[in-house]
């Protein structure tokens, strides 16, 4: 094994919070993030609420406060990122209410300069480097995909011609070894390759929707990184996966203002959200039964969460007081699968 740094005796699954900073505009006198602990700990405070009780302790393996670049975030995913190219799986979820900067852990900001890279990019471009490095008979193959899931249908982000198309979600014993195997296949060998594919998902995924925003934060976007590495000499094949997950937004709809749509849209996530809570929970306690049926987004995943595989999951939360009751519902999900 090249890169076998990551151990943990939880076991495969970790779960790190990132608190996002407030925004030009906010102001800062409304911040309930009370105290970052240098073991993972959080406590978070409802300022509009006097007495005793408005305190309240989280634990995480680790707490990224708003100070935080990106670099330093990937720093510590760096090795599970590295393990790929070993045969892992591994499998990096941003969870969070809309505005709570999942995308921006995972991609960047809108408009994005390299120093403000997310993980997705930071990623490929280190496993680039290793690969292309050739100091060893291995070759290896990067190629992406790139897949929505909204109202719990899966759609193909990087396809020139049907977009619009339903795919199947093929069973794990397929020799492709594809959950997805329709959706379409991208070699890529440069971050220039990656940029441009994801800015190709990033216009088909506006099709159709009214505001790119809106629509983006109601569905869950997987991209998945395949490395397959031929070792020349002995002709043996490794195979990784790394699968890169912005989750729909967790907020619950407003029912006294949602449309019949919005509703829908709501259940759906709802739905798949706490699907992907109940598999994490019976992962994290070894359980024998691992509901994976549940919602499409478990059973895209079925593979590669569980097993031998890693998983990571980013709580992003807003500092506001504004956000209070989303931001401890957020808390409460996360305490369940950590
Ligand atoms: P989400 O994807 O959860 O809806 P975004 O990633 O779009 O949230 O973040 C909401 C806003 O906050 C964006 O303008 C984003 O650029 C900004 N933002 C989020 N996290 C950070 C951060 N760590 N540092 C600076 N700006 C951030
Ligand atoms: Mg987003």
Not at 310 to 327: A, C, G, H, I, R
Request: glycine fraction near 6%; charged fraction near 20%.
């Amino acid at each position: 094994r090249l890169y076998n740094e990551v151990q943990d005796l939880k076991g495969n699954i970790k779960v790190y919070c990132r608190i996002r900073p407030f925004l030009p505009g906010q102001s800062m006198k409304h911040n309930i993030i009370e105290h970052i602990g240098e073991n993972g700990e959080l406590v978070v405070a409802n300022p509009s609420k006097n007495g005793k009780d408005n305190h309240r302790l989280f634990k995480f393996n680790k707490v990224f406060g708003p100070a935080t670049t990106q670099e330093e975030v990937f720093l510590d995913t760096r090795p599970l990122i590295r393990s790929v190219l070993d045969g892992y799986t591994v499998c990096i979820f941003a969870y969070g209410q809309t505005g709570s900067g999942k995308t921006y852990t995972m991609s960047g900001p809108a408009v994005l300069s390299k120093e403000d890279w997310g993980i997705n990019y930071r990623a490929l471009n280190e496993l680039f480097q290793i690969t292309q490095s050739r100091t060893s008979s291995i070759i290896y193959e990067v190629a992406i995909q790139l897949v929505e899931i909204y109202n719990e249908q899966v759609r193909d982000l990087l396809s020139t011609d049907g977009y619009q198309k339903r795919l199947e979600i093929w069973s794990t014993a397929q020799p492709s070894g594809l959950a997805v195997p329709e959706a379409s296949i991208h070699p890529v060998k440069t971050t220039a390759d990656v940029l441009e594919l994801i800015n190709v998902g990033l216009t088909n995924r506006a099709v159709g929707a009214t505001a790119l925003n809106e629509r983006s934060s109601r569905s869950h976007s997987l991209l998945t990184v395949h490395v397959r590495g031929t070792d020349l000499v002995t002709n043996a094949v490794l195979r990784g996966n790394l699968h890169l997950i912005d989750l729909a937004g967790s907020e619950r709809a407003d029912r006294s203002e949602a449309t019949r749509e919005r509703l829908r849209e709501a259940q759906h996530i709802n739905k798949s959200l706490s699907a992907l809570g109940d598999v994490i929970f019976a992962l994290a306690q070894k359980s024998s039964y691992v509901p994976y049926r549940n919602s499409k987004l478990t059973q895209v995943l079925q593979s590669s969460l569980g097993g031998q595989a890693k998983t990571l999951m980013f709580v992003q939360l807003n500092p506001d007081v504004d956000s209070y009751s989303e931001t401890i519902s957020t808390l409460k999900f996360a305490e369940r699968v950590s």
